[in-house]
């Protein structure tokens, strides 16, 4: 049982560099969402999806771009790196928002540092 | 805008204790709220989830209540334990959009 599965756990980047994290789940979840978590700060929300096809933008969304062309998967691009976007940034799925239960998944993680 | 704060940031207890974390969050219309774990390297692992209409939920050694007119929520830990070491975090969810906001966590040390 996977669960949410991201891919790659580490990476460093110049920057200018593009690159796309990637995220799979296989619940069966309509609803996925990346987050980026910085020291002090808890998570913030980048950009989220009800189901494939649709996206929107979260709290912090600038520099980054997403898909949801399938249920399983939603990757998330970086543009044009930038040193503020070294962060630890999280993947997480659930069932519909309006499921009573609704409980949430992350993945384990994928720290990023951009120099 | 919602905020979401804990306190204390850190807090160190010796095994055995019972312990209270805090989480206060400034609009009280809130759909639920979660209290997470996170250990170091980790993801999140939802502990407890209340509803609007709740007012507490417990799971095995904790407890968690919610006071959405004061807008806050506590995590009760009984009996603690050294693999209770970990961030803890409490997040809000603002509508049935998921759109949660998250307090930045209180890391708890257990020592033996």
């Known amino acids: 049982n996977a669960g949410v599965t991201q891919t790659p756990k580490f990476q460093v980047l110049k920057t200018g560099q593009s690159m796309t994290l990637q995220c799979a789940q296989d619940?069966?979840?309509?609803?996925m969402s990346w987050y980026r978590q910085d020291p002090g700060m808890g998570l913030r929300l980048i950009h989220y999806?009800?189901?494939?096809?649709?996206?929107d933008q979260g709290e912090v969304p600038n520099g980054y771009n997403v898909s949801r062309s399938t249920t399983e998967d939603f990757p998330l691009r970086l543009l044009s790196a930038a040193p503020s976007q070294t962060s630890v940034y999280f993947c997480a799925s659930s069932f519909s928002p309006g499921s009573s239960g609704n409980t949430i998944y992350f993945g384990e993680g994928s720290w990023l540092t951009v120099v | 805008k919602q905020e979401v704060t804990q306190i204390p940031a850190a807090l160190s207890v010796p095994e055995g204790e019972n312990l209270v974390l805090n989480c206060s969050f400034t609009d009280s219309a809130i759909y639920n709220l979660q209290w997470f774990r996170q250990d170091p390297g980790k993801g999140l692992t939802s502990l407890l989830l209340?509803?609007?209409?709740?007012r507490e939920q417990t799971s095995g050694r904790l407890n968690a209540s919610l006071d959405k007119s004061s807008g806050r929520s506590t995590l009760y830990i009984a009996a603690s334990q050294p693999g209770d070491s970990a961030t803890y975090l409490c997040?809000?969810?603002?509508?049935?959009?998921?759109?949660?906001?998250f307090g930045a966590g209180t890391r708890l040390t257990v020592k033996p």
């Open positions: 209340i509803q609007s209409s709740q």
């Open positions: 999806s009800v189901g494939a096809g649709i996206t």
């Open positions: 619940m069966n979840h309509e609803y």
């Open positions: 997040a809000v969810k603002r509508g049935h959009n998921n759109d949660m906001r």
